[in-house]
């Protein structure tokens, strides 16, 4: 058990979290995605803490003394030497407690296998990396990554689209087709793609198969939204646009996402990027939505230039902090 200064609260550390724990978990996510406009954690790790299984996360669990649930952080062990992926979330009415502090001080002891509050990452010589999302870039997230000696690593944008704007047909190559995604079917052809068009990416190229069939059995999934380019006649997958739609929430209508949309790179050149974007936006406007969002790192010159030519605009941005490891005697 780790405990934290900031008002008496307790930090306590979980490898697998009760359906009680995760449950208040859930209500806490919520009511701060309610209170700031975007999702306060990432769907990756919604998913690792709603399926939690042993040694895939550890989850942090913030209390006052009286058991109400303020805080909540995860972490995730990576096993491609990529670093230690984390996020956190503070109860929107529990802020400017030094709540967060209590948090981030919690994930550097947890990563160095220090239970002690405000332990020092990296006192072993497999200590790596923390990397740590900000969602939405707020200026307090930036003051207390600077106080704890993290650097900003990587800037994710979150980019909108009316869909009552026009929008061009999608113009499909010469020899393609697109038809819809079949669950059971296409499963590791469409992960091979996969791997190739994201060879470079820190999550979506890492993706299993039992990464996509959680999606595949989540309630949102359509595979009339799951659209696969092929090669005709071969039928070979060459691209993919992997459309989503998120249900109302509060005052805010449906909007549609660019879930995945990825070109096997053995197609590149050939305009499938455009020609599915425009297919997947088309699709959306189709079940009577009005908007859509995606999202697209701020390094990737050439997709945030497609989503630029085709009408999306920044709407906010999420950042990653990185914390280096110490080596062990330094």
Known sequence: MI??????????????????????????????GAADGTESISEDATLRLR??????ATHLTLRRPDGLLTGYAQLEFRSDGGGIGAELVVHPMHRRQGLGRALVEALLAATAGDDRPGARLGTSADAADLLVWAHSDHPSAAALALD????????????????REPLPEAGLPAGVSIRAFRPG???QAWLAVNRRAFADHPEQG???????????????????????AVDDPTGRIVGFHWTKVHAPAGRSPAIGEVYVLGVDPTAHRRGLG??????????????????VMLYV?????????????????????????RRPAVAAGS
Not at 206 to 228: C, I, K, M, S, V
């Open 206 to 228: 890492r993706w299993t198969l039992a990464d996509l069939r959680l999606r595949l059995a989540e309630p949102w999934f359509d595979p009339d939204g799951f659209l696969l």
């Open 51 to 56: 399926h939690a299984e042993p040694g895939a």
């Open 274 to 291: 455009r020609a599915l974007s425009l297919a997947g936006l088309h699709h959306l406007r189709n079940q009577n939505l009005t908007r």
């Open 185 to 187: 079917e296409d499963d």
């Open 297 to 321: 790192d701020e390094s990737n010159e050439r997709a945030m230039a497609l989503y630029t030519r085709l009408g999306f605009a920044n709407w906010l941005r999420h950042v990653q902090y």
């Open 3 to 32: 405990r934290a200064d900031a008002a008496d609260h307790r930090v306590v550390r979980l490898e697998r979290p009760s359906p009680d724990d995760v449950e208040a978990v859930l209500a806490l996510i919520g009511a701060a």
């Open 148 to 163: 704890l000696g993290f650097d900003r690593a990587r800037v994710l944008w979150q980019l909108r689209r009316s869909l």
